[in-house]
């Protein structure tokens, strides 16, 4: 097997793809911007927390994997080493909402651990070579999220 090495853009032009990304998808309704995953490709997804400190909704869309009636996120935050604020928001508030293409669910998150973790890590390397070289960019551990229906 060939070794990859991680290439990753500058932090200023992560942070830019991600506002243009949330323009476009403010700018047509929703029509662009969230996709389902299909085959080795990951879906986008629409998460809806509420801030840890300030109580307010926060936005944010992110990659997701498909298993069964749960929802698999990375809490990456671009590559960067500390967590992103929706999950440091999740950890908090676990209960929030989801928007995929063709609906809205609320959904309660928790960090699979163990076995769980290990096979949706693995599901997570199929959808690009370079995944390793990637997560070995970060001094800690990614946490896997499941985002399962709330009750």
């Known amino acids: 097997m060939a070794e990859h090495t ?3 853009p500058p932090r200023w032009f992560i942070r830019l793809a991600w506002s243009v990304h949330r323009g476009m998808y403010r700018v047509t309704g929703g029509r662009f911007g969230l996709r389902r995953p299909k085959g080795r490709r ?43 604020a929706w999950w440091l928001n999740l950890q908090a508030h676990p ?29 997570w390397r199929e959808t690009d070579d370079d995944f390793d070289a990637y997560t070995a960019m970060r001094s800690r551990e990614t946490a896997i999220v499941v985002l399962e229906p709330a009750a």
Request: include cysteine; charge should be positive.
């Open 6 to 8: 991680a290439k990753v």
């Open 42 to 84: 990951w879906g986008m997804l629409r998460l809806t927390t509420v801030g840890r400190r300030t109580g307010a909704e926060r936005n944010v869309i992110i990659a997701y994997l498909e298993d069964g009636r749960n929802l698999v996120c990375m809490a990456m935050n671009g590559w960067a080493d500390a967590d992103p």
């Open 95 to 123: 209960e929030a909402t989801v928007r995929l293409p063709g609906g809205t669910r609320r959904i309660r998150a928790r960090p699979a651990v163990g076995a769980e973790r290990d096979r949706l890590l693995d599901r």
